[in-house]
T-cell receptor, first 111, second 119 residues
Framework: QQQVKQSPQSLIVQKGGISIINCAYE??????FPWYQQFPGKGPALLIAIRPDVSEKKEGRFTISFNKSAKQFSLHIMDSQPGDSATYFCAASMTRTALIFGKGTTLSVSS | DTGVSQDPRHKITKRGQNVTFRCDPISEHNRLYWYRQTLGQGPEFLTY????????KSRLLSDRFSAERPKGSFSTLEIQRTEQGDSAMYLC?????????????????FGNGTRLTVT
């Protein structure tokens, strides 16, 4: 049973465009929702995270939108750049448990 | 703070051999995690330590896998009698957290992994 479902699997966006990646979760006890960015040959790196008592969090060009009733959250990358080309993972956890990751979205930003 | 360090970066072994990987967490971090990542998939949780105590193990962690964290510092992950299905990237992560505290305040920092190829 996959607890965190991520879509799309891959995404191609023009430079300057908006990249949107979606995640849906099942366990209402989750209380932490991070997004990680991974480049080839590297480990995942934390990009931005949100708690369920907040509907939106913005850090620079990256925004998480959180919909608790729909059990969904999404990552928006504004003004996408070629350097943003990477694999993005959503994840979720609850207190005292390990992070559960989605299957990832490969983003390609074309110049 | 030099980040999470993993050794070796790559390991090629023959089926049936034993392998051991090492992880050195960020020095002030008390929590250490092992994850496994196969091509095109997200990291899958294997096991977790708080200081030297192994607090959680995934069902993915078969009897051939064992992890230790002596003295609550570095950790080792050993795979005995390797199988081709063990080929993956093994990721270590660390964080600092208090018991019962929110994960929001103790984000995971990952190393760059050890890529295992079993032939």
């Amino acid at each position: 049973q996959q607890q965190v479902k991520q879509s799309p699997q891959s995404l191609i966006v023009q430079k300057g465009g908006i990249s949107i990646i979606n995640c849906a979760y099942e366990n209402t006890a989750f209380d932490y929702f991070p997004w990680y960015q991974q480049f080839p040959g590297k480990g995942p790196a934390l990009l931005i995270a949100i708690r369920p008592d907040v509907s939106e969090k913005k850090e620079g060009r990256f925004t998480i939108s959180f919909n608790k009733s729909a059990k969904q959250f999404s990552l928006h990358i504004m003004d996408s750049q070629p350097g943003d080309s990477a694999t993005y993972f959503c994840a979720a956890s609850m207190t005292r448990t390990a992070l559960i990751f989605g299957k990832g979205t490969t983003l390609s930003v074309s110049s | 703070d030099t980040g999470v360090s993993q050794d070796p970066r790559h390991k090629i072994t023959k089926r049936g051999q034993n392998v051991t990987f090492r992880c050195d967490p960020i020095s002030e971090h008390n929590r250490l995690y092992w994850y496994r990542q196969t091509l095109g998939q997200g990291p899958e949780f294997l096991t977790y330590f708080q200081n030297e105590a192994q607090l959680e193990k995934s069902r993915l962690l078969s009897d051939r896998f064992s992890a230790e964290r002596p003295k609550g510092s570095f950790s080792t992950l050993e795979i005995q009698r390797t199988e081709q299905g063990d080929s993956a990237m093994y990721l270590c992560a660390s964080s600092f957290g208090v018991w019962g505290g929110s994960s929001y305040n103790s984000p995971l920092h990952f190393g760059n992994g050890t890529r295992l190829t079993v032939t």
